[in-house]
């Protein structure tokens, strides 16, 4: 099952990860719901403790609900994590709007703090063994977060996307 939230990381994750099962995809949706991907990605794990459940979060999104991780821990709720690390709200293109950077957040450390297993991907030969270690902690019952280094400049394409509403 898989969680997605955040802005750019979002229209990535619609453009390249496809769903092949029914009810095995969480979208948090429009900007207006940040924040969501790892209580949505804890509430389906807790609900299908089976699957094997991943978030795939913007650094920025992860950061509305972050210490989630530490409720993942507490009740042993193994999910995996995955932070686009791209140093910034991407929704400004021109870098124009103040408090739009927001750095390199050390995600992977505050979350072994935390009682995770973590890891930080700086370069692409490292995301495979990074995310099979996290996959070992899960089956281990740590919940565990992948902190990935990505490109500040790469954004999505503009195609439309056509919602869950509009399928219907």
Request: charged share 20%; net charge neutral; hydrophobic share 40%.
């Amino acid at each position: 099952m898989l969680a997605v939230d955040g802005q750019e990381i979002l229209n990535f994750g619609r453009q390249s990860i496809p769903s092949f099962l029914p009810g095995h995809r969480i979208n948090s949706g429009t900007f207006g719901t940040m924040g969501v991907g790892l209580p949505y990605a804890i509430g389906a794990k807790v609900a299908r403790p089976d699957k094997q459940v991943v978030c795939l979060h913007g650094d920025g999104s992860i950061g509305f609900n972050f210490m989630e991780l530490d409720t993942a821990v507490r009740h042993r709720i193994p999910v995996i994590t995955v932070v686009s690390l791209n140093g910034g709200w991407t929704s400004d293109p021109q870098k124009l709007k103040p408090g739009r950077d927001l750095g390199l957040t050390r995600f992977h450390d505050m979350a072994t703090a935390l009682g995770c297993h973590a890891s930080l991907v700086e370069h692409p030969d490292q995301i495979r063994p990074a995310l099979e270690a996290a996959k070992k902690a899960t089956l281990d019952g740590l919940p565990a977060l992948v902190n990935v280094v990505t490109d500040p400049d790469a954004q999505a394409t503009t195609a439309k996307f056509t919602t869950f509403y509009e399928a219907a």
